[in-house]
């Protein structure tokens, strides 16, 4: 059986201290989930990687990463903003 892998990238307006804010922990991930989140001429790229997407669980948490990511985004914004008045 072919091995499926679904990849999900995202591109937010952000500095350094968002990117790093953002990016996890990956010894607390699954095995089959890889997440990554870097700093890139002001944006931050966030690439959410899910081995075995022949499975709807997996894909189930390759959206529900995604929609953790922007609540963590938003969150790192506004305190970054709140800090900056």
Do not use: F
Request: one cysteine or more.
């Amino acid at each position: 059986m072919a091995r499926h892998k679904c990849t999900a990238e995202i591109t937010l307006p952000g500095g350094p201290e968002i990117a790093e804010s953002l990016e996890p922990d990956n010894l607390q991930t699954p095995p089959w989930l890889k997440i990554t989140c870097t700093h890139q001429e002001g944006s931050v790229a966030c690439t959410v990687e899910v081995e075995g997407c022949h499975s709807p669980r997996r894909i189930l948490s390759l959206r529900n990463t995604i929609d953790d990511l922007l609540r963590s985004y938003r969150a790192a914004t506004e305190t970054l903003e709140a800090t900056r008045k």
